[in-house]
């Protein structure tokens, strides 16, 4: 699929609801392929940047001894960073076009900083993989689009940068979505594929269509993702709302009123539909739905309303309330895709802190099944009993509470959660359920 397939199949309804959505994207791609720069770009060639901001990197440009601006610099915030030319850390950067917002997460190229990658990429609805015109598409950006498709980001962009470096060929660009399109085909997905000729040193086809590369027919990179959907149909469609906050005004007006607050995570709700909380599958009745002070008549997902029901049932922090009909999974022992952040490695049998669904519960790791190549991409038998930093790895986990979740493919809020250590209390693992 090209970046013009897409735009064609857009509904009315979803270009009226562009101009206040906020698009979270991610930058993604090997050392040097230009994901910094490319952010740069876009900051600089839109008018998006500050005064000031301008000047440091103006100042850059004279303590480091470069012939032009590096805009990589805008992103790149830490020394370290600019001292060696890389990035190190996930550095995010917000901005506006005239049709909506953006949260840009751009991720660092090393193996070594995988973990960045996934979370980058854990909250991202689309994902830019940034390819070497002269280097094609090598190891580390399978690695990167391989993440993005298991953390199931829906639209992946393939940038061949650097277009410039060979004479804006169009038969090498033909030559590497080729190949990157042949190596989809062993990948199951349901992500959508856009590929795209730039060069974000020289600005073609980053804010303005490149006069560079006539012969290519699609949009610059910010109008197409000003027209890219936020929220795609899913096939899931089952409300789930997991319970944030007690609304307890404790007020002489209010002195009985009790809401429930959080963020629609999936399906509709409408005032008079009937619900089931977990745990306990109490059943009640939506009496009304609150946002901002105002009632409304439904809510939808991505929304953050506050729910009241007709009757009086035992819900607090954590508590799912869902469709009646739509009961979630339920189990103490869960399998997942674990991705391990933290320098003291994983080891199994031990006992760690789980937040999941805005609830804590304690679990153990029982089993280390199989883990990730990163060179192959391919699961295998792991021969340790220990997860190191970086790896990602299929495992079981016991609760010693009953979870109520769902598949991360299927809900990305309720199929996730978090590995906390016991003793430090540090976030040590990002989890996806599996079975």
């Known amino acids: ?61 004279e303590r480091y001894g470069n012939e032009t601006i590096n805009l990589a610099f805008l992103t790149d915030g830490l020394r370290a960073e600019r001292e060696q030319g890389i990035t190190i850390d996930v550095a995010y950067r917000y901005f ?45 950006s399978r690695r990167h689009t391989y993440l993005s498709l298991l953390l199931g980001v829906s639209n992946i962009i393939f940038a061949v940068n650097k277009m410039d470096l060979v004479d804006y060929s169009q038969e090498r660009y033909q030559d590497i979505c080729t190949e990157i399109q042949s190596w989809l085909e062993s990948e199951e997905s349901n992500s959508q594929y856009h590929f795209l000729p730039i060069s974000a040193l020289e600005g073609d086809n980053i804010v303005n269509k490149s006069e560079n590369m006539t012969w290519f027919e699609g949009e610059s990179l910010i109008n197409f993702l000003d027209d890219l959907p936020v929220n795609p149909a899913s096939d899931f ?10 609304v307890r005004p404790q007020s ?15 399906g509709t709700i409408s005032i008079g539909d009937e619900v089931s909380v977990y745990p306990g599958a109490q059943t009640s009745k939506i009496k009304n739905i609150q946002i901002g002070g105002k009632d409304v008549e439904a809510v939808s997902p991505g ?22 009909d739509s009961v979630p999974r339920s189990s103490n022992r869960i399998e997942a895709i674990l991705t391990w952040l933290n320098a003291k490695p994983a080891e199994t049998g031990k006992r760690y802190w789980m937040k999941h669904n805005k609830r804590w519960t304690k679990v153990i790791l029982e089993n280390l099944n ?18 190191e930093l970086n790896s990602i790895a299929k495992v079981s986990l016991n609760s010693s509470e009953e979870l109520f979740y769902d598949l991360y493919k299927e809900n990305k809020t309720t199929g996730s959660f978090i590995i906390v250590d016991e003793a430090s209390f540090e976030t040590v693992a990002a989890g996806m359920i599996t079975e």
């Not at 840009?104 to 993989?129: F, R």
């Not at 469609?237 to 007690?246: G, H, I, N």
């Not at 929304?303 to 009646?324: F, H, M, N, Q, Y």
Request: contains cysteine; negative net charge.
């Open 237 to 246: 469609d089952k409300f789930r709302y997991p319970v944030q906050w007690v």
């Open 252 to 266: 002489r007006e209010f002195h009985d009123y009790r809401g429930y607050a959080g963020t629609v995570a999936s």
């Open 96 to 140: 506006s076009s005239d049709k909506r917002k953006y949260i840009l997460a751009d991720c660092p190229g090393h193996v070594q900083y995988t973990k960045n990658m996934v979370t980058g990429a854990s909250t991202a609805e689309a994902a830019i993989i940034l390819i070497d015109a002269k280097a094609g598409f090598i190891e580390q």
């Open 303 to 324: 929304l953050s309303p506050t729910l009241l029901l007709e009757d009086d049932v035992d819900i607090s922090r954590g508590s799912v309330i869902c469709a009646k």
């Open 1 to 61: 699929m090209t970046l013009t397939d897409q735009k064609e199949s857009k509904s009315t309804n979803a270009d009226n609801l562009m101009s206040s959505s906020v698009l979270r994207i991610v930058t993604a791609g090997s050392v040097d392929n230009g994901k910094s720069t490319l952010i740069g770009r876009l900051l600089y060639d839109s008018k998006k940047i500050l005064q000031d901001q301008l000047e440091n990197i103006e100042a850059a440009k």
């Open 370 to 387: 199989n883990e990730l190549n990163l060179q192959s991409l391919v699961f295998e038998e792991s021969e340790s009993s220990k997860l």
